[in-house]
């Protein structure tokens, strides 16, 4: 049993669909490959020619760059917000990377 899963008893879990979430892996992966070096490490750099490339070379829309450039910036604001935590990680306190 766990908590928050009400009485579900002896019920199995319900199933996540790791198919789809490994679609979304390998998007984000190809996205994150179609960056040049300087835009991983900046993703500030990123204006929209820059993710229209981007966008092409991944084989996806543009819609899903900005998704993933504002999944990125949200993730990045709220790890600043838990100081120590990641403070050995990069070297940097504060100062968050693309993981390529």
């Not at 319900?14 to 994150?32: F, G, L, Q, V």
């Not at 600043?80 to 990069?90: A, D, S």
């Given at each position: 049993m766990m908590p928050g899963l009400g009485g579900?008893?002896?019920?199995?879990?319900?199933?996540?669909?790791?198919?789809?979430?490994?679609?979304?892996?390998?998007?984000?992966?190809?996205?994150?490959y179609s960056m040049t070096p300087e835009e991983r490490q900046n993703?500030?750099?990123l204006n929209i020619s820059r993710k229209h490339r981007i966008a092409k070379g991944a084989g996806v829309d543009i819609a899903e760059v900005n998704r993933m450039v504002k999944q990125f910036n949200e993730t990045r604001k709220m790890m600043?917000?838990?100081?120590?935590?990641?403070?050995?990680?990069?070297g940097k306190k504060g100062k968050f990377k693309f993981p390529f």
């Open positions: 579900m008893g002896n019920k199995k879990m319900p199933e996540i669909d790791s198919e789809e979430s490994e679609k979304k892996m390998a998007r984000m992966e190809a996205m994150i993703p500030d750099l600043k917000k838990l100081p120590g935590l990641m403070g050995g990680i990069g």
